[in-house]
């Protein structure tokens, strides 16, 4: 990576000998497809400005990109950020950095913080702070029901109406369990259009549960969560969403056959989307067996048939979008016995890798599906303007570049982010983020923040 | 090649048998004028409770000052713990202290796994959450060779023999390592309780299930029974403890099915009149006395065997 | 007896006592038990695991063919008592049979096939200490190879086997082994 600056810097940035995956049959090789010809990408004044074989502009600095791979920015549908209340796991500065180092120039940060983001006062707090870090854009998700505690609805309409301009709200970490409640907010964010995005899980079928209920939990001697508390709430979901005609999004799928009512919905022609995360297409229940609770997530992780099914379900589009649901959580959280250990796992810079091993280097999909599920869908269903928008001449200047050729290595828990609760520690995952633009301007340049 | 002993999973049939035939030899010290023998002097043992359990902690204290080590008993009561250490503060204490085993009790399902981690000497599962309690299985399964191959049965296994286990099988570990190690043995095993009280994988253990005791009494050598709590009713696994009593409970009737030579156990503590009645608990089939003092004798062979720098597995098939 | 009288070859080592030679030390031993006991009053042969207790077996067969005397015969199991449980790991136990009538005033006489450095023998008193009071304690080894670490010595010996700390003594007994001799392997002997 050069930096053939010249002595005024108007801020402009020429990427040169970069490949844009452009749609064909999905190899993963960039280069051995056809269309997929180096080029050149001109970032100036916050856009992409040109794109091509031989350009020049004078007084902008240069990256040579040759063998990587340029992809819109990432955008994020499900992220914690954990500011404002729990700022020993992570802030929305550290968040936020950790996301720009794994390819995201937008994150949707989820709304079970302390305070809850339930009135337009967090939300735009929550915003305001995203903006001064800068790392990546920040777009506040509002609770659906006050508290988080099922009850009430929260304020939709304000908060959809702040300068946060939420469209997209969840009570994640907690299930909408009521149907007259989820009835209710389905058909309320039409007037806006907002989205719903249900935490599927039934909390009588799941009381107390901690891992994926089948052999493992079995032998473990631990409470089982089984795939029908997640089935059974997506399935009527999916039905009330039609009933009302509004947009059902169901957070971080876990089953194969979450998928296959996913299918079937979308194949009525309901508004239905769905996201899953890079953990669930990669890892299965088989790691609990020490009893290591960076493993423990909620919705769990299942077995080698859902992995598949998951897989599949990303491939063919089912599920629109990989989101991935980083959940930071302080060592003392992660480091007792299992029943004790908070759920979840961080996964904001290792997104990209883990979904080049799971999908591309399995002949999956292509890099150009790729972008499409991690940048182009989650904007479109998180109504996000300005993101996720293709590669083109007049396109915000949100790029990020990628080698997928980097020689895999060991993930570390050494990162941006305050928590060090990676599954992925001491595993060895394929490719690099080189660098990320937002608005034409890098966070991130060589894999270190900019 | 764990220096552990957290799950009967750990133990090959020849480690089974070996402990077997060691804890034949130490029972006999109970006959003897010094009822010690000097091997662990020095050593420390710590026993680390985090569930009362006054019943099996002085067993392991028993066993571990028969064979001469130093007891440390810590238990979760009015200690650090209930004041929220946690269990890794817990465990550099022990580790500061220079235990060479610990023997952890706790409620939750892994936790002696968690510990082997953070400690240098041996860990022995006392009973985690509803995970394993292996020295349990151990001396059930020594006092079912006692009972039906005899007293000088050094070398013998359980091949052949039939053992029906019944009850809440769900949420017991003591169900989890007797179907284990009673299988490494060679034996035959059949879960018998109602659909709720099984796991749903139970499918892949290596055991037979039957939902109707009732047809396995006559061909059971032994029935052991797991003590069902009453909680278990307002979570809906079964809709009274007067109907669980009557589909599975072991009383006189059902007792006089089994064969002549049939053998009732239980881990304890009992519910009498719940998963067994007082007659048949006060029977002669009934071992539940003995396994007391079996368990004494089955967990020096094991505290022996582990700081006596024995990793588990250590025998092959036939060595 | 088996009548072959050539050296036996053992496990690649050099034969010093053969089958016939090892019948001559027993009935040897048993008569001298019987003279130093005053016939054979009150004592046990307890023979210490493995070859030790064959070997028990053996001298109360041929003092009781001696002396028409039926004397009690058992094995004690030395494991738990011995000094070196850090250095080596847990041994399985060997069995521990008391004849009925206890230690208690007896002459023990205790049987091993080996004595090198005396510890096992330590470990024997030991036990012994745990299981009565025995009014004497004797020893009867097959073979003494010197070296000595503790102040312990025997009272009957079958055969002295000068050796080096590198030698391998083996006892095979056909009880155990499926023949009886002594072999010697090593530096410096060669078969």
């Known amino acids: ?450 | 090649m764990k220096r552990h002993l957290i799950s009967a999973a750990d133990l090959s049939r020849a480690d089974a048998v070996l402990i077997l035939d060691t804890a034949e030899e130490l029972a006999s010290l109970a006959d003897r004028p010094i009822k010690k023998l000097p091997t662990l002097r020095g050593r420390t043992v710590v026993n680390l409770f985090y569930e009362d359990s006054t019943r099996t902690r002085i067993s392991f204290e028993a066993a571990a000052k028969r064979l001469s080590a130093d007891v440390i008993n810590f238990s979760a009561k009015g200690s650090s713990v209930a004041k929220g250490e946690s269990l890794k503060d817990t465990a550099l204490t022990l580790e500061a202290m220079g235990a060479d085993a610990v023997v952890i009790r706790h409620g939750a399902s892994g936790a002696a796994h968690r510990l082997a981690g953070w400690v240098q000497g041996s860990v022995l599962n006392a009973g985690d959450g509803t995970h394993e309690h292996p020295t349990q299985a151990l001396l059930d399964a020594f006092t079912i060779r006692r009972r039906l191959k005899g007293t000088g049965a050094r070398g013998a296994a359980l091949d052949g023999l039939r053992v029906t286990i019944v009850g809440d099988v769900l949420h017991s570990r003591v169900a989890r390592s007797n179907v284990l190690l009673l299988s490494t043995l060679g034996a035959e095993v059949t879960l018998a309780a109602p659909p709720t009280l099984l796991p749903l994988a139970v499918g892949s253990w290596p055991c037979a299930v039957s939902y109707d005791l009732d047809s396995e009494l006559p061909k059971s050598d032994v029935v052991m029974m797991l003590r069902v709590q009453q909680e278990r009713m307002t979570a809906a696994y079964f809709p009274s403890v007067r109907e669980y009593s009557r589909r599975y409970g072991l009383d006189a009737a059902r007792m006089a099915r089994l064969p002549g030579h049939a053998i009732v156990m239980h881990p304890g503590p009992m519910n009498r009149g719940v998963e067994i009645a007082a007659e048949v608990a006060d029977s002669v089939r009934s071992t539940i006395v003995e396994q007391v003092a079996n368990g004494v004798t089955t967990r020096m062979a094991a505290l022996y065997l582990l700081l006596g720098g024995m990793e588990f597995p250590a025998t092959g098939v036939d060595q | ?191």
């Open chain 1, 1 to 450: 990576m050069t930096d053939s600056g010249s002595v005024t810097d108007n801020g402009s940035w020429l990427i040169k000998g970069v490949t844009i995956p452009a749609s064909g049959k999905p190899s993963g090789k960039p280069s051995e497809k056809q269309g997929d010809v180096p080029t050149s990408i001109l970032l100036s004044g916050g856009s992409i400005t040109a794109i091509g074989p031989d350009l020049d502009h004078p007084g902008a600095r240069t990256i040579d990109a040759d063998g990587l791979i340029a992809l819109p920015g990432l955008v994020d549908l499900h992220t914690h950020l954990r500011e404002p209340g729990r700022e020993d796991a992570e802030t929305v500065e550290t968040g936020t950095a950790a996301a720009a180092l794994g390819g995201y120039t937008a994150v949707h940060a989820m709304a079970n913080t302390d305070p809850v983001a339930d009135t337009a006062g967090v939300v735009e707090q929550v915003w305001r702070l995203g903006r001064a870090a800068g790392h990546c854009d920040v777009q506040p998700v509002g609770a659906v029901t006050v508290g988080l505690n099922g009850a009430r609805l929260a304020e939709l309409g304000t908060m959809a109406d702040s300068a946060a301009r939420v469209r997209v709200f969840s009570d994640d970490g907690r299930c909408v369990s009521d149907p007259l409640l989820m009835r209710r907010a389905l058909e309320y964010v039409k007037a806006f259009d907002g989205v719903i995005a249900q935490h599927a899980q039934d909390p009588r079928l799941t009381e107390g549960a901690q891992l994926n209920e089948g052999e493992m939990s079995a032998r473990l001697g631990l409470a089982g969560w089984p795939a029908v508390a997640e089935e059974a709430v997506i399935a009527r979901d999916c039905l009330l969403a039609a009933h009302v005609g509004s947009a059902l999004h169901v957070c971080h799928v876990s089953t194969a056959g979450s998928a296959e009512i996913i299918r079937w919905a979308k194949s009525k022609g309901w508004q239905v989307t769905a996201e899953v995360t890079p953990h669930h297409l990669l890892l299965t229940d088989e790691l609990a067996a020490g009893y290591d609770p960076v493993f423990k997530v909620n919705p769990p992780l299942r077995t080698e048939a859902d992995v598949a099914g998951l897989r599949r379900a990303l491939a063919d589009g089912t599920i629109d979008c990989v989101a991935t649901d980083h959940a930071p959580h302080p060592v003392e959280a992660k480091e007792s016995e299992w029943a004790e250990a908070a759920f979840g796992m961080t996964g904001l810079e290792t997104a990209l890798r883990v979904v080049q091993r799971a999908m591309v280097d399995t002949g999956l999909l292509d890099w150009a599906g790729v972008a499409d599920r991690m940048s182009v869908r989650p904007a479109r269903i998180g109504r996000l303007t300005g993101h996720g928008i293709p590669l083109a001449p007049g396109a915000p200047g949100h790029v990020t570049l990628y080698d997928p050729a980097a020689p895999a290595e060991a993930v570390t828990t050494a990162g941006a982010s305050k928590s060090r609760n990676t599954p992925f520690a001491g595993m060895e995952l394929p490719g690099r983020v080189v660098a990320t633009f937002l608005r034409g301007v890098p966070t991130v340049l060589d894999g270190k923040l900019a």
């Open chain 3, 1 to 191: 007896m088996c009548a072959a009288s050539s050296p036996v070859a053992g496990r690649d080592g050099l034969a010093v006592l053969d089958a016939e030679q090892i019948r001559r030390a027993l009935t040897r031993i048993a008569h001298e038990i019987l003279e130093r006991t005053h016939g054979g009053d009150g004592i046990i042969l307890l023979g210490i695991p493995t070859r030790g207790v064959p070997l028990a077996r053996r001298l109360a067969a041929r003092i009781g063919e001696f002396e028409r005397l039926d004397v009690p015969c058992g094995s004690l199991d030395v494991t738990m008592h011995r000094d070196d449980l850090r250095l080596h790991p847990a041994r399985a136990l060997g069995r521990t049979d008391m004849p009925p009538g206890g230690v208690d005033g007896k002459t023990v006489v205790l049987v091993d096939d080996v004595l090198y450095s005396g510890r096992t023998v330590r470990a024997a008193l030991d036990a012994l200490n745990d299981l009565g009071r025995p009014r004497a304690v004797q020893l009867a080894v097959l073979v003494d190879r010197g070296h000595r670490e503790l102040p312990i010595r025997a009272d009957y010996v079958g055969k002295n086997l000068p050796t080096s700390p590198r030698e391998v003594v083996h006892v095979l007994l056909t009880e155990v082994d499926g023949q009886d001799g002594v072999t010697i392997s090593g530096e410096g002997r060669r078969p």
